[in-house]
Nanobody, 120 residues
Framework: VQLQASGGGVVQAGGSLRLSCAASGRTFGYGMGWFRQAPGKEREFVAAINWSGGSPNYADSVKGRFTIPRDNAENTVYLQMNSLKREDTAVYYC???????????????WGQGTLVTVSS
């Protein structure tokens, strides 16, 4: 399985951005998630969704602002980020897992990361 994340960039606080993660290979039945890592900090869970697209799970810090839709026909998961804050600045990684968890250790495959910078 290979994952290609894209869509990062510079956005002003309060703005929106949509990240994409295109998967190739055998991902049928897998859940997909997003994590992020800010400079000097550990990687943290952002959001995850199961194969059917139901029961999305979000970190408290992004609830109500981020959503994680997925398109199985395109083998792609998105991260729609609204009302962005400076503290959302990080490298965002997508990942694939057989089960939806918030711990990175459960994820089997990772994308290369895409940088999101939120300016004031």
């Amino acid at each position: 399985v290979q994952l290609q994340a894209s869509g990062g960039g510079v956005v002003q606080a309060g703005g929106s951005l949509r990240l994409s993660c295109a998967a190739s290979g055998r991902t049928f039945g897998y859940g997909m998630g997003w994590f992020r890592q800010a400079p000097g900090k550990e990687r943290e869970f952002v959001a995850a969704i199961n194969w059917s697209g139901g029961s999305p799970n979000y970190a408290d810090s992004v609830k109500g602002r981020f959503t994680i839709p997925r398109d199985n026909a395109e083998n792609t998961v998105y991260l729609q980020m609204n009302s962005l804050k400076r503290e959302d600045t990080a490298v965002y990684y997508c990942a694939v897992s057989r089960t939806i968890r918030s711990q990175a250790a459960w994820y089997d495959y990772w994308g290369q990361g895409t940088l999101v910078t939120v300016s004031s």
